[in-house]
């Protein structure tokens, strides 16, 4: 009787054992290489070189690599826009 007992315990007990989910996969965010072809096919010029020669990948890096909580490129905002009006809104 004891045992039985006991084993009717333990049945409940690993049965009751949760097993932990794999957490989602991450999140792809947005590159500024994405963003910056996004702008040359619109021909922004968003897209274009800086008079200095920097390109907007090399721009959008600098900013985003900067550590500035408060300055960021759009990349989301240019990747959305569907005309160049709305790319330069972006800034």
């Known amino acids: 009787m004891k045992t039985r007992f006991l084993l009717v315990i333990l049945c409940g007990c690993v049965s ?4 932990p989910q794999a957490p989602p996969p991450p999140v792809a ?25 920097a390109t907007c990948e090399e721009v959008c890096l600098n900013v985003e690599t900067a550590g500035l909580e408060d300055v960021r490129w759009p990349i989301g ?12 809104a972006c800034r």
């Not at 905002?77 to 330069?88: I, N, R």
């Open 29 to 53: 965010r947005p590159s500024c290489a994405e963003a910056c072809a996004h702008a040359r096919e619109l021909e922004c010029a968003i897209g274009d070189p800086t008079p200095a020669g």
């Open 77 to 88: 905002c240019v990747l959305a826009s569907s005309t160049c009006a709305e790319a330069d």
């Open 16 to 19: 009751s054992v949760l097993v």
